[in-house]
């Protein structure tokens, strides 16, 4: 199926978005995602236009925002399913042109479900950036059930002059019912290219049954923890970021990276302090 044509509107160019079901109701090869997300965006004159967008389940995509006015463009991903269900393949894929800049958001936390007989949900994620371009990724919190299994792997590619800014909450689970850290496995890699030079490497394994998240060394007392991953050029110290006293932090730097994480007592204090260290200055805005 191919992405509808673009249309203006309200002074905006967008993509339609629109689901498809496969033809055969049988089963679907492992090599077809079960779900897939693609989103591009590219520069007109002063401002960013979503120019491609496709979406099968469960993802939904809201129309694009220019409430910074700054020439940037805003998307929400709402989840029309329940969560990541075992089995699941899943393929996002979001792109900038040069001199673009988009921010891609999710509405809310990602619930990975139980998974008995030991199947995974996968996720492939693809966030490319061309010449002078900015992408800001910020997926919802991960919400991983009893017995829930995750893999997956994020790749980054910049061209020289671009920025991606990512974040990622992981929490332990469902905390009100119960369930701290029972999770079986989840497996989170990120590899970051700048100018086709690997840069950053990013393999996070968690597995409580074996290495207890509640450990010295680990999460310790906090519930929540996030991290921030910049990539790219424009990378500035904060001015004055205005961060929750509950939230602890910390950073590393090398040549084209800074690397953040974050820990704390909710998802919205840790989400908080994500969005206050890209708004002062974190991440320069071009």
Known sequence: MRPAAA?????????????SVPDDAGAVPD????????????RFGSRTAVVDAYRTAPFHLGLPSDRAADGSAELIVQGVGPGY?????????????????????????????????????????????????????????????????????????????????????L????????????????????????????????RARFEPARRPLTSPARHGPHPVAG??????????PPSSPAIPDCVTWATAEGDDYTLIRLLGPTTQAVSRAMRDLIDCGWYAHR
């Open 31 to 42: 090599t077809v995602p079960t779900g897939e997300l693609r989103v591009r965006a590219e």
């Open 7 to 19: 249309k203006l509107t309200r002074s905006r160019m967008i993509a339609e978005t629109r689901s």
């Open 227 to 236: 991290t921030l991953m910049l990539i790219g050029h424009g990378r500035t």
């Open 85 to 169: 269900l075992p089995g699941d393949r899943l393929a996002i894929a979001i792109s900038v042109g040069s001199g673009a800049s988009l921010v891609v958001r999710g509405q809310g936390a990602t619930k990975v479900y139980p998974s008995p007989r030991g199947i995974p949900a996968t996720v492939e994620v693809s966030l490319s950036v061309a010449e002078d371009a900015r992408l800001v990724y910020l997926p919802g919190a991960l919400i991983p059930f009893r017995e829930a299994i995750l893999e997956q792997s994020t790749a980054i590619s910049v061209a020289p002059g671009g920025m991606v800014a990512l974040g990622e909450i």
């Open 171 to 202: 929490t332990p689970g469902r905390v009100a019912m119960g369930e701290v850290d029972l999770f079986t496995r989840l497996h989170l890699d990120v590899e970051a290219r700048l100018a086709g030079r690997l840069c950053l490497i990013e």
